[in-house]
């Protein structure tokens, strides 16, 4: 015969407050702020990136195939890197494995607009953003306690999204000659001797800034 369920005592069920969830939120520490800074702006490149490596396609006339394989290198990059990244970032300070990750990701940019074909420096992007992945989760237990990882791990998770659709209007707008023209004429008339030629590669340019 079924027996009822217990009734759950409110002593000593543990409620977060609304007031505590303020409180944790104003606990943390700025460490983590930096690295919520850093995650967003990563990933507003790297999303506002695809659009000016698929605009630096179609200005070099790649075959149609070429966009699609672009458009997948990230996912081939998590998929294939998975088993050693992890590794990677576990056995290194996760500081300094996202500098390393985003010095790789700067190296696939610089290549892109040295003249590197695309499909090829993103392959570096994307390897950068694999090693990234598992650091950015795991410094957060570094920087933060245990009771303040899931509000950490929301504010990781939102933004996230924000930066991918940031990132995908960003790049629209940079690879627009409305945008670009502007700015590539000023560099004409400075006398500039640049490799900015095209809407592209100075959205590229404006990128790798960031």
């Known amino acids: 015969m079924l027996q009822p369920a217990p009734a759950l005592d409110a002593d000593t069920v543990d409620f977060q407050s609304a ?6 939120e104003s606990d943390m520490n700025r460490g983590f702020y930096t690295v919520l800074a850093a995650q967003f702006l990563s990933a ?5 990136l695809l659009f000016a490596a698929i605009a630096l396609l179609a200005q070099m006339s790649a075959p149609d195939w070429q966009v699609p394989v672009l458009q997948q290198f990230f996912v081939l990059s998590y998929i294939l890197l ?13 500081g300094r494995v996202m500098f390393i990750s985003n010095a790789v990701k700067i190296a696939g940019c610089a290549l892109m607009l040295a003249g590197v074909h695309p499909l090829a420096a993103y392959a570096a992007v994307g390897l950068g953003a694999a090693m990234y992945s598992p650091a950015k989760y795991g410094i957060l237990t570094e920087l933060l306690p245990a009771h303040q ?3 950490a791990n929301g504010w990781m998770e939102g933004l996230t999204v924000v930066a991918n659709v940031l990132g995908a209007i960003l790049g629209g707008v940079l690879i627009s ?3 670009s023209a502007p700015w590539l004429g000023l560099l004409v008339l ?3 001797d640049s490799r900015l030629h095209s809407a592209p590669e100075l959205a590229i340019a404006v990128l790798l800034a960031l």
Request: contains cysteine; glycine residues 6%.
């Open 19 to 24: 007031d505590d969830c303020v409180k944790d």
């Open 44 to 48: 507003l490149a790297d999303n506002a």
């Open 82 to 94: 998975a088993p050693f990244v992890g590794a990677f970032a576990d056995s290194r300070p996760k």
């Open 149 to 151: 990882l899931v509000l």
């Open 177 to 179: 000659d409305q945008a």
């Open 190 to 192: 400075a006398g500039v």
